[in-house]
T-cell receptor, first 114, second 113 residues
Framework: AQTVTQSQPEMSVQEAETVTLSCTYD???????LFWYKQPPSRQMILVIR??????QNATENRFSVNFQKAAKSFSLKISDSQLGDAAMYFC???????????FGKGTKLSVKP | DGGITQSPKYLFRKEGQNVTLSCEQN?????MYWYRQDPGQGLRLIYY???????QKGDIAEGYSVSREKKESFPLTVTSAQKNPTAFYLC????????????FGPGTRLTVL
C-alpha cells in the first residue's frame, strides 16, 4: 500500500524567512507524481507545486521549490521569503498508478509571524 | 472562467435522511473524484470516476453512492447508512485518471443534527 507521511504537525516561520516542510512516501510503483497542496482557512485546496518522479530536476514555482530525493523517498517543500499569505495547512500527496487518486499526508500547519 | 463548483457550501442533515452533494466542472476533464476530510486528517477517497457511466469505490465508500451520467457532473449521495457523515467533502477532477494533477472545488461542509 502507498503511504505519505508528514512528520511535522505544525511549523512556524518569521516573515521573509525560509522554511522547509518535510514529506516522505512509500510506493513500489515506478510511475508516480508528487504534489504539495495548500489549504488556507477558506479550505479550498490549491496546487502549490508538482514533481514527476521520472524527472531528476527539482521543480520550482516562484518562491516554492522542492527537494526530491527519489532513493530516500523524500519530497520536502521549501518556501522562501515567507509571506503572511503563506499561512495555511500544507498537504503532501502522491499520485500513483492508473487509478489516479491521490494519497495524502495528514498535513502541516504553517504559521507566519510578522 | 473554468473551474469546479460544489453546492451547497453548508448542508445540514437530520439522522436517517439521504442528502446529495453537487459537483460540476467545466474543465472538460475525464476523471472526477470525491474525498472526505476530517479534522486533523488528510483527504480520504470515497469514489472516483474515470469516464462517463463508470465509477469505482475508494477507501471509504460504505454509506455513499455516486452517479456519472454526464462528463461535467459527479454528484455524491450520503445515505442514512453512513454512520458518521459529519465532515468536509471535496470534489476534484483531472484530465485523465492516472498520476495527474487534480483540481479541487471549494468543498461542502456537511453536519448531521
Amino acid at each position: 500500500a502507498q503511504t505519505v507521511t508528514q512528520s511535522q504537525p505544525e511549523m512556524s516561520v518569521q516573515e521573509a524567512e525560509t522554511v522547509t516542510l518535510s514529506c516522505t512516501y512509500d510506493t513500489s510503483e515506478s510511475d508516480y507524481y508528487l504534489f504539495w497542496y495548500k489549504q488556507p482557512p477558506s479550505r479550498q485546496m490549491i496546487l502549490v507545486i508538482r514533481q514527476e518522479a521520472y524527472k531528476q530536476q527539482n521543480a520550482t514555482e516562484n518562491r516554492f521549490s522542492v527537494n526530491f530525493q527519489k532513493a530516500a523517498k523524500s519530497f520536502s517543500l521549501k518556501i522562501s521569503d515567507s509571506q503572511l499569505g503563506d499561512a495555511a495547512m500544507y498537504f503532501c500527496a502522491a499520485g500513483v498508478g492508473s487509478q489516479g487518486n491521490l494519497i495524502f499526508g495528514k498535513g502541516t500547519k504553517l504559521s507566519v509571524k510578522p | 472562467d473554468g473551474g469546479i463548483t460544489q453546492s451547497p457550501k453548508y448542508l445540514f442533515r437530520k439522522e436517517g435522511q439521504n442528502v446529495t452533494l453537487s459537483c460540476e466542472q467545466n474543465l472538460n476533464h475525464d476523471a472526477m473524484y470525491w474525498y472526505r476530510q476530517d479534522p486533523g486528517q488528510g483527504l480520504r477517497l470515497i469514489y472516483y470516476s474515470q469516464i462517463v457511466n463508470d465509477f469505482q469505490k475508494g477507501d471509504i465508500a460504505e454509506g455513499y453512492s455516486v452517479s456519472r451520467e454526464k462528463k461535467e457532473s459527479f454528484p455524491l449521495t450520503v445515505t442514512s447508512a453512513q454512520k458518521n457523515p459529519t465532515a468536509f467533502y471535496l470534489c476534484a477532477s483531472s484530465w485523465v485518471a492516472g498520476p495527474d494533477t487534480q483540481y479541487f472545488g471549494p468543498g461542502t461542509r456537511l453536519t448531521v443534527l
